[in-house]
């Protein structure tokens, strides 16, 4: 079951445009959300995060907007480079645990064309 | 040093033999993280330690599998008698607190069990 959905496996935008990445969950008591962005062969590196508290989080290109009734949060990128090409992770801060234990989406897989 | 150090990179296994697994923190980073990642899915968290101490197991499956983190030395994942759907990469990560946007995570140590 899982708690954390990112629906698309795979979005390709031109470079220069906006990149939309989505992130659905299910449970509405957690509390912390991350955007993580991960190189073929490499660890994920953590970009952005947004508290349940707050509804946008931005920094630099990419901002992150929370819509806590409807579950969902999305991760902007504008302008999209060639650079930004590959795999965003949205993950979650587990209710009541200690917030060292994140749930993860299975990745959307960003492909920034010339 | 400034990066997490998970060695091997690659380890290949046959059903039934032991696998062990090796993440150097960040120096002065006191909390670690393992995760799971299978088919480049979502990431399972697995356990955490503040120090060497457990800080959190809830994800570790109860047979087969154990960490240590000891002073002064790298933490370990040791998983016996590996079986077929132990494959996957599993990821360590550092950090100075228990919040997750201070993570940094390292490659990866890719495990086949054959």
């Known amino acids: 079951d899982q708690q954390v959905k990112q629906n698309s496996p795979s979005l390709s935008v031109q470079e220069g445009r906006i990149s939309i990445l989505n992130c659905d969950y299910t449970?509405?008591?957690?509390?912390?959300f991350l955007w993580y962005k991960k190189y073929p062969a490499e660890g994920p590196t953590f970009l952005i995060s947004?508290?349940?508290?707050?509804d946008k989080n931005e920094d630099g290109r990419f901002t992150v907007f929370l819509n806590k009734s409807a579950k969902h949060l999305s991760l902007h990128i504008v302008p999209s480079q060639p650079g930004d090409s590959a795999v965003y992770f949205c993950?979650?801060?587990?209710?009541?645990?200690?917030?060292?234990?994140?749930?993860f989406g299975k990745g959307t897989k960003l492909s920034v064309k010339p | 040093g400034e990066e997490v150090a998970q060695t091997p990179k690659h380890l290949v296994r046959g059903e039934g033999q032991k696998a062990k697994l090796y993440c150097a923190p960040i120096?002065?980073?006191?909390?670690v993280f393992w995760y799971q990642q299978v088919l480049k899915n979502e990431f399972k968290f697995l356990i955490s330690?503040?120090?060497?101490?457990?800080?959190?197991e809830t994800g570790m499956p109860k047979e087969r599998f154990s960490a240590k983190c000891l002073p002064n030395s790298p933490c370990s994942l040791e998983i016996q008698a590996t079986k077929l759907e132990d494959s996957a990469v599993y990821f360590c990560a550092s950090s100075q607190s228990s919040l997750s946007y201070g993570y940094t995570f390292g490659s990866g140590t890719r495990l086949t069990v054959v």
């Open positions: 947004i508290s349940s508290i707050k």
């Open positions: 993950a979650a801060s587990r209710p009541g645990g200690s917030q060292g234990n994140l749930i």
């Open positions: 120096k002065g980073h006191s909390y």
């Open positions: 449970n509405s008591m957690f509390d912390y």
């Open positions: 330690f503040q120090n060497e101490n457990v800080f959190d």
